[in-house]
């Protein structure tokens, strides 16, 4: 047994596909085949169940796959605590966030972080909680930044900052006759949100009823990742939303104008960086959660209430 065929297997477990895998392990496809033939017939079980499109685990093959990944990050954390060793800030950094996060927290950081370490890659993709989780499992990325709490078995959390949530709402809606909102004043027709597999669109959705009309309208139905688009129909058509707090600092005096912070205590969300237990990357997984905090708008420095901030280990 080798690290490479452990490589190959978690590979075609991870793509479900054997010449995707082997694409992605810069192999041919039947030399990927070869060697996990050989694992299989040197443990005397099947990993893979071939007759079935895509390709599937067996169950002892599932069993197998979990303690190789194991295996792996291990083996993978050797020549990472040789560079730590050496204060040496260099490689890959995959990172997924979640897109009600992407475009307001990215900004306030990133450049600072890149130009810091200019020997890290940094890779980022905007994607769903549900994928994210899916991807540290996986190995495909390093580090996520969602909403938590997640309650993941093998993930670690480590709670960033808190965000308010607040009322945007069109020119005409009743909310913006007062002066802050409840959540009962919430329970009116013309609530708009995002598409389902968007956490924020639970959120709001607890806050104001899950039997709730997702629209505006009985005759329009629009499905949407974007927060910006939430705002441009609101702008026209009507009705409300509610918004993450780092959402609304670029917005314009007019639109500002339409904002409806909550009364006390005010609904937030918890924002983290999330990873698989045994993570790798450490060093860099720290400095990238000290670049956060230092360049966070400063309304939202020390909010954290579920557990401190602390370091890595």
């Given at each position: ?11 075609v ?18 030399t ?17 169940d ?14 197998i ?35 009600t ?5 990215l ?22 909680t ?55 004043d ?19 959705m ?25 705002i ?13 707090y ?14 409806r ?15 698989h ?26 909010t ?5 901030v602390?370091?890595?280990?």
């Open positions: 047994m080798t690290l490479t065929q452990l490589d190959y297997i978690v590979s477990d991870t793509y479900r596909h054997f010449a995707n895998a082997a694409e992605a392990c810069h192999v041919t496809q039947p990927l085949s070869m060697q996990i033939q050989k694992l299989e017939d040197e443990l005397g079980v099947l990993v893979f071939r007759s079935k499109q895509p390709v599937v685990p067996t169950e002892t093959g599932q069993t796959l979990v303690q190789a990944r194991d295996v792996l990050r291990a083996a993978r954390r050797i020549p990472e605590i040789v560079s730590e060793s050496k204060e040496a800030f260099r490689g890959d950094f995959r990172i997924g966030i979640i897109p996060l992407a475009p307001y927290l900004p306030y950081f990133i450049g600072e972080f890149v130009g810091k370490y200019p020997a890290v890659s940094v890779h980022i993709q905007e994607l769903v549900e994928q994210i989780v899916e991807k540290l499992r996986n190995g495909l990325i390093d580090v996520g930044l969602v909403v938590t709490p997640l309650t993941e078995n093998g993930i670690t959390e480590i709670p960033l900052f808190q965000e308010p949530f607040v009322a945007y709402a069109a020119e005409s809606n009743l909310l913006l006759t007062k002066a802050t909102v409840s959540p009962a919430l329970k009116t027709d013309g609530l708009w949100l995002l598409t389902e597999g968007h956490c924020f669109r639970s959120q709001v607890n806050l104001c009823g899950a039997d709730r009309q997702s629209n505006c309208t009985t005759a329009l139905r629009y499905e949407t990742g974007s927060l910006e688009t939430l441009k129909l609101i702008d026209k058509q009507g009705g409300f939303t509610l918004l993450p780092l959402a609304t600092l670029d917005m314009d005096a007019s639109r500002r104008a339409r904002l912070s909550f009364d006390a205590p005010s609904p937030v969300r918890e924002v983290s960086l999330v990873m237990r045994s993570f790798l990357k450490r060093q860099i997984i720290n400095a990238f959660k000290q670049e956060i905090l230092a360049y966070l708008p400063t309304e939202l420095i020390g954290i209430k579920r557990g401190s602390t370091n890595v280990r």
